[in-house]
């Protein structure tokens, strides 16, 4: 009587399906190419902001392309280096192409720069597309680093995929190599070297301990949350909303 039957194997039930299934974590987490690249021009955007604010009237053209190359791909060239790989400019034309017309637009219509550093809803808009691409370098060097590095003391590598995912979060600082670490000698670490670190941190130990057991995605989910704490830090940050400062007399 029981030989023609079947068992169903119920599939699991995702209570927290919800953080992925919809428009917001699909934007976030750049599953559409057209989505990537438009984070990828408002990343390398932002960081050219920063490029032709610190660079001097009279630097040539030639020193502003190249320190914005480095600060855009930074730690995509460092941690490639550590892991015997390509570096990301190397292997993805999608980031020289971000990066030169990012450059065509600070070099030939700086206006544009001015508008967005006046504007905070601009400026915040611009600060989730360049989050959204930083915590996805975090992500995936961090995941790369811990396939890549065998474990020794414990069952997996543990300080290796950190300071990896921490250099992609924030290598351009560091670049040139000729700036040393002045970069942290005044003010210490600046707001994107401590998030990334933090980042790899939670990010990596979550993936490989009993944090992750029972999870359904949750690579996925751990990427969603990294975001999302980028952008949250990153417009504190960048709009200048943290707890003002008093002198003591």
Not at 77 to 99: K, Q, R, S, T
Not at 164 to 193: E, H, R, W, Y
């Amino acid at each position: 009587m029981g030989r023609g039957r079947k068992e169903v194997v119920a599939e699991p039930v995702d209570p927290t399906a919800w953080m992925l299934n919809n428009d917001v974590a699909e934007f976030i987490l750049l599953h559409q190419k057209e989505v990537l690249y438009m984070c990828m021009l408002g990343y390398t955007f932002l960081h050219g902001m920063k490029i032709f604010k610190a660079a001097p009237k009279t630097a040539p053209v030639s020193y502003k392309l190249v320190s914005m190359i480095l600060a855009c791909t930074g730690g995509g060239i460092l941690v490639p280096i550590f892991l015997n790989g390509i570096p990301v400019p190397l292997a993805n034309d999608a980031y020289p192409i971000a990066i030169l017309t990012s450059f065509a637009i600070h070099h030939y219509f700086p206006i544009i720069g001015e508008v967005v550093d006046l504007s905070p809803w601009v400026k915040a808009c611009i600060i989730v597309f360049y989050e959204c691409v930083r915590a996805k370098v975090v992500l995936t060097f961090t995941i790369a680093a811990n396939s890549s590095i065998a474990s020794s003391l414990f069952s997996f590598p543990l300080f290796g995929p950190i300071m990896c995912g921490t250099v992609a979060g924030c290598g351009g600082a560091f670049l040139p190599l000729n700036k040393g670490l002045d970069p942290i000698s005044t003010t210490g670490m600046q707001p994107p070297m401590m998030t990334a670190c933090m980042g790899a941190t939670m990010l990596h130990l979550f993936l490989n301990t009993s944090m992750s057991e029972g999870i359904i995605d949750a690579k996925e989910k751990a990427h969603l949350h990294l975001a999302l704490f980028f952008i949250a830090t990153g417009i504190v940050s960048g709009l200048n909303l943290g707890a003002i400062k008093v002198k003591k007399e």
